[in-house]
């Protein structure tokens, strides 16, 4: 089993950040796998797949919602055989029909080494108050 390296797990979670940052749904779904569960604090329940997370998105897009900016710190990677957990905080402004809301949160990724590439397998959010 294969232990992902720093350098991956850093430029997997920046495509993360960078697609996000770009409200590019496309791309930034392609980058957790379909079982990929997610936790927000913002949310009432866990969504426990991909998709679930892509209707709830689709519908923030269906009301005007884009992301303005999306900023990573503080970054750790812990690597281990066959996955890495990365977490860090980030500074997200985003657009609505009420205007602009800026959140600054603490996110926790967990990377899946699978075909040889890193995969998103889970992904929380918490408030950093």
Same mark, same amino acid.
């Given at each position: 089993?294969?232990?992902?390296?720093?350098?991956?797990?850093?430029?997997?979670?920046?495509?993360?950040?960078?697609?996000?940052?770009?409200?590019?749904?496309?791309?930034?779904?392609?980058?957790?796998?379909?079982?990929?569960?997610?936790?927000?604090?913002?949310?009432?329940?866990?969504?426990?797949?991909?998709?679930?997370?892509?209707?709830?998105?689709?519908?923030?897009?269906? !009301?005007?919602?884009?992301? %303005?900016?999306? +900023?990573?710190?503080?970054? #750790? @990677?812990?690597? *281990?055989?066959?996955?890495?957990?990365?977490?860090?905080?980030?500074?997200?402004?985003?657009?609505?029909?009420?205007?602009?809301?800026?959140?600054? !949160?603490?996110?926790?990724? %967990?990377?899946? +080494?699978?075909?040889?590439? #890193? @995969?998103?397998? *889970?992904?929380?959010?918490?408030?950093?108050?």
């Amino acid at each position: 089993m294969r232990t992902p390296t720093h350098d991956e797990v850093i430029q997997a979670a920046a495509e993360i950040v960078d697609a996000y940052a770009a409200t590019d749904g496309g791309r930034y779904f392609s980058l957790f796998a379909p079982s990929a569960t997610f936790l927000f604090h913002t949310e009432p329940r866990r969504l426990d797949d991909r998709a679930a997370y892509e209707r709830l998105w689709d519908s923030w897009i269906g !009301e005007g919602w884009r992301v %303005v900016s999306c +900023v990573s710190s503080d970054p #750790l @990677v812990q690597l *281990h055989p066959g996955f890495a957990v990365f977490t860090h905080t980030v500074d997200t402004t985003v657009a609505t029909e009420g205007g602009e809301e800026s959140f600054r !949160e603490r996110e926790t990724i %967990v990377f899946a +080494v699978e075909d040889a590439q #890193l @995969v998103a397998v *889970h992904e929380h959010l918490s408030p950093l108050s």
